[in-house]
C-alpha cells in the first residue's frame, strides 16, 4: 500500500481551497493511478488540472515528485514515502 | 522595396548635430529580420569593443521590425539597444505602445544615435524629415509632463518615447517609455539616452508600410486572430483572460505555485506570504478605468486605472501593474498592499525607472535592513521591512529621483551592495549587474533539451537576467519574434506558430519564407548578440549565479521542495547545440560560417 500526501500549489479555490489531500493506493501504482485518485478525490481537477477523460495532467500543470519534476509521464512508478506536489505552471507575463 | 520595411534607416550624430540617411542593403534585412538583429549587426560592425556605455562612442538604436505596423497581429513593438551601462555587455529591451509604427510611418525602419550632444535635445521626425530640436525646457521634467509639452508642442499625430529624471541622471536601471508606461524596461538604456542628452524622440508621419500581399496578408490575420480566440487557458480563454487582466491575473497563485521568487528570493509563499490576495486579478483590475491596447491590437491587454482615492492618490490613467510589477514589488517585497503596487508603479512610469529592478533593489535594501546591514540613519529614517509598503513606496520615489538612500540603490542590487559593503552582496540577486525578472527557473526548463532552459537562460544570453529572450536552440523562433516585431503573446499561445510566422514574413514582405530559414535568423541573431559580448570580454560562465535562484540548497518546503535547477547540464547541453565552445562559449568557427557571419569567423578564428 502507498500512502501518499499530494500538496498542491497554485490552484484556484474555484477547484479546490485544500493545501493537501491524502491518496492510497495499491503497490507498483503509477502516476497514472494516482492522478486518477486525484481526480475521484477532487472532481473539479478534471478539464482543469487533469485532461478530461484521461490519467494525464494538462499543459499547464506539473507534479514535482521528490525535487524532480513529471509532466507526462504516467508509467513512473511511485513509491511508499514520495513526496508529491502538484503545481501550477502557467502565469503571466 | 521588400514590403514590411521602410527601406531607411536614420544615423545621428549628437555630438555634431548631423544625421544621414542609409538604404540598407536588403541582405542586412533578410539576414537579420530587425529590432535586435539588425541592431548587434550594426553595433558591432561600427561600434568598436571596449567604448565607455556612458560615453560619446555608445550607440543607441531604435529598430523596428519587417510586421511592426503591418496588419500581422501584435505587430507593435520596436527594440531600443546599446552597450548596457548595467551589465557592460549587450544591452537591448522591448516595448509595445505605438511608437514602433508611427516611426515606420515617419520613413525610417530604425533610427541610431551616437555621440553626445552640448545640450539636451530631442530629436523630431515628420514624414521623413529629422530635425534635433532643443530640449532645454524639457529636461527636468518627467515623463509624463514631457509627452504632454511636445503633444502640445508638435500638434496631433505624434508619437514619442522619453526619458524621465532618472535617465538624465544617469540611474543604471533606468528606462526609456512611451505612452505613460511602455517600457523599454531592462539593461539601463535609460541612462545611455541620458548620458547623450537625449530627451526624447518624437515621430510622425502618413507613410504606408508596402505589403506584398495584403489579401494573404489580411486573411492569416483573421484565421490568427480566429484561433488565438480558441486557445483555452485555466478555465478560460487565453484571449479573455489577457484582455481583461493583463499579464495580472494570475499573480497570486503564481506567488505560491513557486513561479514567483518571493522575499527576495529568499521565501516560500504559502508560508511567507500566505496572504496575496493583494496580488489577484480581480484585485488588480478593482480600480480600473478602461481597457487599452497597443497599435491595432487585437488583445488590448493593457488596463489604465481610475485615480487613487485612498492613501495612494496616482493619477486617472495610471497604468494597471502589469505581473512583473507585481512580482517584483509584491511578491520579492511581502507586499500585499494592490494600491501601493499601483503607486509605485505610477512612480517608476513617471521617472522611468524598470518595475523589475527597481522592486528587485528594494527587496535588497529590505533584506540588508531586516538583518542590520543598514538602518534608519541610513535609509532617511524610512523603516524598510517586509511588506512595510509605505516604505516600499517612499523608497521607490526617492531610487526615481536620486536622492538620499535613493541614490544609493539607484543603479541596481550590485552597485548598491558594493556602496553599503558590511557583506550585502549576499543578499544581492542578480546576474552580471541586472536584477532578474519574476520568474523562478526551479519552476521550469527541466532537463538540458526541455522547452527552455530557464536557469541557464538567465545566465547565458546576451542580456542576463531576462527570461524572455532564452538560450540554445529553444531561443531561436523567438528570436525571431523579437526581431520582427512581433509581441510575444501573438505566438507563444498557439501550439504552432510556424504557420503565422512564415506565412506573415512572406506574405508581408514578399520573399517566400519557411520557418526553418526564420529560425536560422534567430540563430544568427542570437550569435551575433553574443559575440558582442566576447568582444567586450565577457564569458557568461563567469557570471556568478546566486544560489538562491537555482536552489542550492533547494528548499525544503513549499512547491519547490527538493529542487535544484540542473543548470550545469542545460548549460553545457545547450554550449554543444549551439556548437559554442563549452569553456570559452566561442562559436566555432563552423558555426560562424555555416550562418554567414564569415568576417566574425576570420575575427574570433584568425
Not at chain 1, 493545501?19 to 478525490?41: Q, T
Not at chain 2, 540603490?409 to 553599503?420: M, N, Q, S
Not at chain 2, 520573399?511 to 558582442?532: D, P
Request: glycine share 14%; with cysteine; charged share 25%.
Amino acid at each position: 500500500m502507498i500512502r501518499c500526501v499530494v500538496e498542491m500549489f497554485g490552484l484556484p479555490p474555484e477547484i479546490t481551497e485544500l493545501r493537501e489531500v491524502g491518496v492510497e493506493l495499491k503497490d507498483g501504482a503509477s502516476l497514472g493511478d494516482l492522478i486518477a485518485a486525484l481526480r475521484r478525490k477532487i472532481p473539479a481537477l478534471e478539464g482543469r488540472a487533469i485532461r478530461a477523460g484521461e490519467d494525464r495532467l494538462t499543459q499547464y500543470y506539473a507534479f514535482n515528485i521528490n525535487g524532480r519534476f513529471h509532466f507526462d509521464d504516467s508509467e513512473l512508478q511511485l513509491q511508499d514515502g514520495d513526496r508529491v506536489v502538484l503545481l501550477l505552471l502557467a502565469s503571466g507575463g | 522595396m521588400t514590403g514590411g520595411y521602410m527601406g531607411k534607416i536614420l544615423f545621428v550624430n549628437l555630438s555634431t548635430g548631423k544625421s544621414r540617411k542609409e538604404t540598407p542593403e536588403e541582405s542586412l534585412y533578410r539576414d537579420f529580420i530587425g529590432g535586435y538583429g539588425i541592431g548587434a549587426q550594426i553595433l558591432y560592425r561600427r561600434q568598436k569593443g571596449g567604448v565607455d556605455a556612458l560615453g560619446p562612442e555608445n550607440t543607441l538604436g531604435l529598430v523596428t521590425g519587417p510586421l511592426t505596423g503591418t496588419p500581422t497581429p501584435m505587430g507593435t513593438r520596436y527594440t531600443a539597444l546599446a552597450k548596457s551601462p548595467l551589465t557592460g555587455g549587450w544591452g537591448d529591451a522591448n516595448a509595445g505602445g505605438d511608437f514602433g509604427p508611427h516611426l515606420k510611418f515617419a520613413g525610417y525602419d530604425a533610427v541610431f544615435f551616437n555621440g553626445i550632444a552640448e545640450k539636451p535635445v530631442y530629436l523630431f521626425i515628420d514624414n521623413g524629415k529629422a530635425e534635433l530640436r532643443d530640449a532645454g525646457h524639457l529636461w527636468g521634467k518627467d515623463i509624463y509632463e514631457t509627452e504632454d509639452m511636445l503633444q502640445a508642442e508638435l500638434g496631433k499625430g505624434v508619437d514619442i518615447v522619453s526619458i524621465g529624471q532618472s535617465g538624465e541622471k544617469l540611474s543604471l536601471i533606468s528606462c526609456i517609455i512611451t505612452r505613460r508606461g511602455a517600457a523599454a524596461g531592462r539593461s539601463g538604456l535609460g541612462a545611455v539616452m541620458g548620458s547623450k542628452k537625449l530627451k526624447a524622440v518624437a515621430v510622425r508621419g502618413n507613410r504606408k508600410v508596402a505589403i506584398a500581399n495584403s489579401e494573404l496578408a489580411n486573411r492569416l490575420r483573421r484565421e490568427h486572430i480566429a484561433e488565438l480566440r480558441t486557445v483555452e487557458f485555466e478555465g478560460e480563454t487565453f484571449f479573455d483572460q489577457f484582455h481583461k487582466y493583463g499579464t495580472s491575473g494570475m499573480a497570486d497563485r503564481s506567488a505560491h505555485s513557486g513561479d514567483t521568487p518571493v522575499k527576495n528570493w529568499g521565501g516560500i509563499g504559502v508560508i511567507d506570504f500566505p496572504d496575496a490576495s493583494g496580488l489577484s486579478g480581480d484585485a488588480t483590475i478593482a480600480n480600473l478605468e478602461r481597457r487599452t491596447g497597443c497599435w491595432h491590437c487585437p488583445l488590448s491587454c493593457e488596463g489604465r486605472l481610475k485615480g487613487g482615492i485612498g492613501e495612494y492618490k496616482y493619477p486617472a490613467g495610471t497604468r494597471r501593474p502589469e505581473y512583473e510589477t507585481q512580482g517584483a514589488f509584491g511578491t520579492m517585497c511581502l507586499n500585499n498592499n494592490t494600491e501601493s503596487i499601483a503607486m509605485a508603479n505610477y512612480i517608476c512610469n513617471r521617472y522611468g525607472l524598470d518595475t523589475i529592478s527597481a522592486g528587485g533593489t528594494i527587496a535588497f535594501a529590505i533584506e540588508c535592513y531586516e538583518n542590520g546591514l543598514i538602518t534608519r540613519k541610513d535609509t532617511d529614517g524610512i523603516e524598510l521591512t517586509w511588506g512595510n509598503h509605505r516604505a516600499i513606496v517612499a523608497m521607490a520615489e526617492k531610487m526615481a529621483r536620486r536622492e538620499g538612500f535613493g541614490d544609493i540603490l539607484a543603479d541596481g542590487v550590485k552597485v548598491a551592495a558594493e556602496k553599503i559593503g558590511r557583506g550585502a552582496e549576499k543578499y544581492a540577486i542578480h546576474i552580471g549587474g541586472q536584477e532578474l525578472g519574476m520568474h523562478d527557473p526551479k519552476l521550469s526548463g527541466h532537463g538540458p533539451d526541455a522547452d527552455q532552459p530557464a536557469a541557464a537562460r538567465f545566465q547565458m544570453d546576451a542580456t542576463p537576467g531576462r527570461h524572455t529572450q532564452g538560450f540554445g536552440p529553444s531561443s531561436f523562433r523567438g528570436h525571431f519574434v523579437n526581431a520582427a516585431g512581433l509581441c510575444i503573446f501573438g505566438a507563444f499561445p498557439l501550439k504552432n506558430s510556424s504557420k503565422y510566422l512564415a506565412g506573415f514574413m512572406s506574405a508581408v514582405t514578399g520573399w517566400e519564407c519557411s520557418i526553418e530559414e526564420l529560425e536560422k535568423a534567430g540563430e544568427r541573431i542570437a550569435n551575433m548578440r553574443h559575440v558582442f559580448n566576447l568582444r567586450e570580454g565577457i564569458n557568461p560562465l563567469k557570471w556568478r549565479v546566486h544560489p538562491r535562484i537555482i536552489g542550492d540548497p533547494p528548499q525544503k518546503k513549499g512547491p519547490l521542495a527538493g529542487v535544484r535547477a540542473d543548470i550545469e547540464a542545460q548549460v553545457y547541453w545547450n554550449l554543444g547545440a549551439l556548437d559554442w565552445d563549452r569553456e570559452t562559449t566561442k562559436p566555432s568557427r563552423k558555426k560562424l560560417l555555416e550562418l554567414g557571419l564569415d568576417d566574425v569567423a576570420e575575427e574570433l578564428w584568425p
